[in-house]
């Protein structure tokens, strides 16, 4: 079974408020676990910071599937500049698998900070 990937790239602060956006961050990563969840799209393997940038590494049986999933989740989120989204269509062991950027709704120069979107409250259950 192919399995394909989204990974999506997120730069934290440098300086006083890395651990408020890992918080932040923390909160968008249940998002689209929930949302590829819900869409029976994929799933979240994990995160790591590497260097000054988080990434989100999501795999499923299809990258288009995963992103129709995400989009509204990362709509929502006003993502700093310099916010990556890259879908991989391929295993990652297929040196010809193609990947793919795709634009992503970010805050610009003077615009809300960086979450400025409320989260989706949950539902209570019933």
Do not use: K, N
Not at 77 to 93: C, E, I, K, N, T
């Amino acid at each position: 079974m192919v399995e394909h990937a989204v990974f999506l790239h997120v730069p934290v602060d440098d300086g006083r408020s890395v651990g408020t956006d890992l918080h932040r961050l923390t909160v968008l990563h249940a998002e689209v676990d929930v949302a590829l969840h819900d869409a029976s799209a994929g799933e979240v393997d994990g995160t790591e910071v590497l260097g000054h940038e988080w990434v989100l590494f999501a795999y499923g049986q299809s990258g288009e599937a995963m992103l129709d999933a995400l989009t509204p989740v990362l709509q929502r989120w006003q993502l700093p500049s310099g916010s990556a989204l890259l879908v991989r269509h391929g295993d990652l062991a297929d040196a010809d698998a193609v990947e793919r950027p795709v634009s992503l709704p970010v805050a610009g120069p003077g615009g809300p900070a960086f979450g400025g979107v409320a989260p989706l409250q949950q539902s209570p259950s019933a």
